[in-house]
């Protein structure tokens, strides 16, 4: 899957990941491979990607909002 996370200000993170974990409204979700197509708002927490190759990275965001489609994930997020 493909990850982009941008903020008004610069963009965090470009690349090919298998996992990302996401801080949504009611609770935290995760989203892999073929995930169905989504759009949610993303609240004050932690993203957690697993790159394909690499270590886990993560990034606090005090909000936000995220789209996934045909295994594009675009995140938009307030730092």
């Known amino acids: 899957m493909h990850l982009e996370i941008v903020t008004p200000e610069k963009s ?3 690349g090919e990941v298998t996992l990302v974990q996401l801080p ?3 609770g935290s979700f995760e ?3 073929n995930h ?3 759009v949610s708002t ?3 927490g932690v993203i ?3 790159p394909v190759e690499g270590e886990e990275i993560f990034f606090e ?3 936000g909002v995220v789209e996934c ?3 594009v994930i675009s995140v938009l997020a307030e730092s």
Do not use: D, Q, R, T
Request: aromatic share 4%; no cysteine.
């Open 69 to 71: 489609k045909k295994n």
């Open 24 to 26: 949504g409204k009611n």
């Open 12 to 14: 965090l993170y470009s």
């Open 36 to 38: 169905a197509p989504i």
């Open 48 to 50: 957690k990607l697993h």
């Open 61 to 63: 965001v005090s909000g």
């Open 42 to 44: 993303l609240e004050k």
């Open 31 to 33: 989203i892999l491979k």
